[in-house]
């Protein structure tokens, strides 16, 4: 009889595509990992993607948009905890501000995640004479895509301040880094577009009603499905959700995170799939922008 099939295979391409379309991150490590918030007595499993100094988390292997994602730029240290009874690897990550328990289904997977970790949060592949060698190269091709993905972001945050500095900047200057579920319609073309393809996503950002506004658009099924809107604000340095109180965030990716993490995954960003017909992809992109919303 053969044996159980040990090493989880990889998204299929259309997958992959669309979680780089969303993430805009490279790739560098993915497999199942189970975590456990801070006063949450039990593990919840998820697949699991290094991408940058970024984990995202997905309820399915096969899911294209994450459910959360932890940002660990700011890792202080990871501390290891003995194996439990079924052999699981478990280690603690502490950040400046939170604290987040993992666990690997294996030892050998806990100090691979563990090295991962630590080379693109500290810039150095870990002296760690248990890792193999296979291992280790890998972990310094990973550190020379992470420095050069830093190089590209210094250049182009510099890039970004002096077109802040410029009396030019504008509306239209934001298009250009938009993300993946972003859609130029109006509020009924963004209702219609969250009817008829659910499995897509059920959250859009389009703009708003003036020249320095976006929405949000959400379809949400409890007992029945039900539209919301909201309002987004461009500010000096950053953007304004207008809720109940207002939330403030840096850029509309974090708009989207905070739709998404607040409702730990429900919300999941409405990204037409690059394989969609020609008819689904222009269909309800070319209604009037929103107006009073």
């Excluded at 950040?95 to 150095?124: C, H, P, R, Y």
């Excluded at 409702?263 to 992109?285: E, H, W």
Aim: glycine share 4%; net charge neutral.
């Amino acid at each position: 009889m053969e044996e159980p099939e040990k090493i989880p295979k990889p998204a299929p391409r259309r997958i992959f595509h669309e979680r780089q379309r969303v993430t805009r991150l490279p790739l560098y490590l993915e497999g199942y990992l189970s975590i456990r918030h801070p006063r949450h007595q039990e593990f919840e499993v998820y697949w699991a993607e290094l991408r940058g100094t970024t984990l995202f988390f997905y309820n399915d292997k096969k899911a294209p948009t994450y459910s959360q994602k932890l940002d660990i730029a700011s890792l202080v240290s990871v501390t290891n905890i003995h194996p439990d009874e079924n052999g699981f690897a478990q280690f603690i990550l502490m950040l400046l501000n939170e604290q987040l328990e993992l666990k690997a289904e294996d030892s050998e997977l806990g100090k691979e995640w563990k090295g991962f970790i630590l080379t693109v949060t500290k810039m150095s592949v870990p002296l760690d004479e248990s890792l193999s060698p296979s291992q280790l190269m890998r972990m310094h091709e990973v550190l020379e895509k992470e420095k050069k993905r830093r190089m590209v972001l210094n250049d182009h945050s510099s890039a970004s301040a002096d077109e802040e500095s410029s009396p030019h900047r504008n509306y239209s200057s934001i298009l250009t880094a938009m993300p993946a579920c972003f859609h130029a319609v109006s509020r009924q073309g963004a209702i219609e577009m969250l009817e008829k393809n659910p499995s897509y996503g059920n959250l859009i950002l389009r703009p708003g009603s003036s020249s320095k506004s976006f929405a949000v658009t959400i379809r949400h099924v409890l007992d029945a499905p039900f539209i919301k809107h909201y309002r987004v604000m461009t500010k000096e340095k950053g953007f304004a959700i207008q809720l109940e109180r207002q939330v403030t965030v840096s850029t509309l990716h974090d708009v989207i995170d905070y739709f998404v993490t607040q409702t730990r995954g429900n919300l999941k960003p409405f990204v037409i799939p690059a394989d969609a017909c020609p008819l689904q992809r222009t269909q309800g992109l070319e209604g009037e922008l929103a107006a009073g919303d």
